[in-house]
């Protein structure tokens, strides 16, 4: 007798509704997770998820509801096996991939650490408030098995580092910072802190450009010299400070011996700004040298001592170089601004103050200009690339060992470390973002024109009020980098904001220097023996001085 075959179930080798969308939730927490990689933490409150987006965990409660799908799903059908291992494998790699979008020490590393939050814990019998540390499972449950009083942590935790964290050694309680981090190996870098009942008076100017021609119109260098013979040196009263704040010279994009060659050779291209350099370090002025996106190879170490030789020999610490921004408590801060700028923005800023710009990614616009003789389409793949860098670049600064160049940095500052650390993720590189201004600047560029804005930047008030929120609030908010010469107030605060232009021929703005050549822009901020401040954007003519 012949069998005859069973008929097959209706929904046997078919893939239901709730299958596809089971595996489309699992397609969709992993692209959470990814995009979590490139996501600004926040502080949710629930211990280590303080330290991944939001979007990760909707990720991870999107995946469960794949689980109890797949649970559910047709037991004759073949979707039911299939989409409970897509499942596992996704948990696998987005719990396992976790590390990766929130740090980059391997796994047991950061166990030891955890062992030495927990080591601590049991020493003291206290939660130390010293230890910046997202409590993991042993730190979470140790408190309750030490025996005595705990003091309750008062403190928001993420407003110290994880990075005094470095491994079980480290975790002497109420240690100093500055004995575990050493500064970045950089030269006469620092803050000029105001001394309390001493009065000063800064001069800020920026976007000089000097490099190795002369030919510039304006003829910065001759300007630059004359404005510090009759001007600065000339000043009767307090104490001198000068502050370049960014693109003083043209030194990018070049090796450590290279930069210094060049730099040598620029200030030989100009002697008559190196004279008055120099004379102004010798009257006991002191020289502040803030980097830009177009001189940032002046905070290797090495370029930033040979500037300092050069300029004052016999007192190289008259010369002082930041590799960001300058601080000068309760008075002004002054950076070049590129960081806030997408094209012109590096997310490891810090770095350039050991090895310049080796090993670091071109910025969207550098690549851009990098090789004009290249074909377009070329030097767009070129941006691409670029801004795919930087999103990498901006995972890598949330990692503990740029968070050590932060800590070490809020030391030169004097600056709480929660402040910078908050500084520096103020902007944040944007692909989806970044690309279409890039692209409107390429079309404009073509056609011969330019993005042009005389509103204040949106980035000025968000310092103003990082820096209010740290008790750290300042005066007056100086940058650069647009070449538009400008002066407003944030409302937000009483911080006041003002772009020093340039002393270039590439002026922006719509002031007095964009339709005369001999007037150039600067700001003057005055300080009182009681700490009060005056003072604002300037112009300087040269033809009348």
């Known amino acids: 007798m012949t069998g005859i075959p069973c008929a097959t179930g209706s929904t046997?080798?078919?893939w239901k509704t709730l299958d596809v969308w089971g595996t489309l939730a699992g397609v969709v927490c992993?692209?959470?997770?990814?995009?979590?990689a490139s996501s600004v933490p926040v502080n949710s409150g629930l211990g280590p998820f303080a330290m991944l987006p939001y979007s990760f965990c909707a990720g991870v409660l999107i995946l469960n509801i794949a689980f109890l799908v797949a649970l559910e799903a047709d037991a004759a059908g073949p979707a039911r096996r299939r989409l409970m291992m897509w499942a596992a494998v996704v948990l696998v790699v987005v719990l396992f991939g976790a590390a990766?979008?929130?740090t980059d020490v391997p796994p047991g590393e950061a166990a030891f650490r955890q062992l030495g939050v927990a080591d601590t814990f049991a020493r003291t019998q206290s939660v130390e408030p010293n230890i910046g540390a997202y409590l993991n499972w042993p730190g979470l449950f140790t408190p309750h098995r030490a025996h005595g009083s705990m003091r309750p942590a008062r403190h928001r935790v993420a407003h110290v580092p994880p990075v005094s964290l470095l491994n079980v050694g480290l975790l002497s309680p109420g240690g100093p910072v500055d004995a575990v981090l050493a500064p970045l190996p950089s030269t006469n870098t620092g803050t000029?802190?105001?001394s309390t009942?001493?009065?000063?008076?800064?001069?800020?100017?920026?976007?000089?450009?000097l490099g190795m021609s002369d030919d510039d119109p304006r003829r910065p260098g001759r300007a630059l010299s004359d404005f510090l013979r009759r001007e600065v040196l000339a000043a009767p009263g307090p104490q001198q400070h000068v502050a370049f704040v960014g693109d003083t010279f043209e030194l990018v994009g070049f090796t450590e011996d290279e930069s210094l060659a060049r730099l040598e050779a620029i200030l030989a291209r100009h002697p008559e700004a190196f004279s008055a350099l120099e004379a102004c370090a010798v009257r006991g002025v002191q020289l502040h040298f803030v980097c830009g996106n177009h001189d940032v190879e002046l905070a290797r170490p090495s370029v930033a001592a040979r500037l300092s030789a050069l300029l004052s020999p016999v007192e190289p610490d008259r010369v002082?170089?930041?590799?960001?921004?300058?601080?000068?408590?309760?008075v002004l801060v002054a950076e070049h601004g590129h960081q806030h700028h997408a094209l012109h923005r590096m997310p490891e800023l810090l770095r350039a103050a050991d090895s310049g710009t080796d090993g670091l990614d071109l910025p969207p616009l550098a690549a851009w200009n990098a090789d004009p003789s290249r074909s377009r389409l070329s030097r767009a793949g070129a941006v691409v690339r670029a801004c795919l860098a930087s999103e990498r670049a901006e995972r890598r600064v949330r990692t503990l060992a740029y968070e050590q160049l932060l800590q070490a940095e809020s030391l030169r500052l004097a600056l709480d470390w929660a402040a910078v650390r908050d500084l520096a993720c103020l902007s944040r590189f944007?692909?989806?973002?970044?690309?279409?201004?890039a692209a409107t600047r390429m079309v404009l560029a073509a056609a011969g024109r330019r993005a042009a804005g005389e509103r204040t930047p949106a980035a000025a008030g968000r310092v103003a009020r990082t820096l209010e929120s740290h008790g750290a609030g300042v005066a007056w908010y100086v940058s650069g980098h647009t070449h538009r010469a400008l002066e407003s107030a944030l409302g937000v605060c009483p911080t006041r904001y003002v772009n020093t232009g340039t002393w270039s021929s590439d002026v922006r703005g719509q002031g007095p220097d964009q339709s005369d050549r001999g007037t150039f822009p600067y700001a003057m901020v005055e300080v009182g023996c009681d700490g009060t401040t005056s003072g604002g954007l300037r112009y300087w003519g040269s033809a009348g001085a």
């Open 430 to 437: 944007r692909t989806l973002s970044a690309l279409p201004v």
């Open 320 to 330: 002082r170089v930041y590799p960001w921004f300058l601080h000068v408590p309760g």
């Open 197 to 209: 009942g001493q009065a000063a008076r800064w001069w800020l100017l920026s976007d000089v450009h």
């Open 12 to 14: 046997e080798g078919r």
């Open 30 to 36: 992993l692209a959470l997770a990814a995009g979590a």
């Open 100 to 102: 990766a979008f929130v």
């Open 192 to 194: 000029a802190s105001a």
